[in-house]
Nanobody
Framework: QAQLVESGGGLVQAGGSLRLSCAAS????????MGWFRQAPGKEREFVAG????????SHADSVKGRFTISRGNVKNTVYLQMNSLTPEDTAVYYC??????????????????WGQGTQVTVSS
């Protein structure tokens, strides 16, 4: 059974940075896309960034382009989300997810079969 574990969340002032980590285990993730999603109170879960394991292709939501970067780690099956220039609007629970994907990086939560428990990111003004 696949398991995803996020870490790296916390409290940061506006303009600051955080790096989230996602450690995946329990299966082979080739031909999978890894995604970062976030959910703020009272809002739907939204796509933040995604990465295709096979070729390293990435995709970022317009709201985070130029500020957030998803990347693969040197440690096997680890994915990072580097978040810079954080604003209070980035406050949310951030989730790591894995889903089978061959051609495009899916942005809908329903396309992802495996999810982590989430990590809280709070940005103070």
């Amino acid at each position: 059974q696949a398991q995803l574990v996020e870490s790296g969340g916390g409290l940061v002032q506006a303009g600051g940075s955080l790096r989230l980590s996602c450690a995946a285990s329990g299966r082979t993730f080739s031909s999978y896309a890894m995604g970062w999603f976030r959910q703020a109170p009272g809002k739907e879960r939204e796509f933040v960034a995604g990465l295709q394991w096979d070729d390293g292709r990435t995709s970022h939501a317009d709201s985070v382009k130029g500020r957030f970067t998803i990347s693969r780690g040197n440690v096997k099956n680890t994915v990072y989300l580097q978040m810079n220039s954080l604003t209070p609007e980035d406050t949310a629970v951030y989730y790591c997810a894995a889903g089978f994907a061959l051609d495009t990086i899916p942005t809908m939560p329903s396309a992802y079969a495996y999810w982590g428990q989430g990590t809280q990111v709070t940005v103070s003004s």
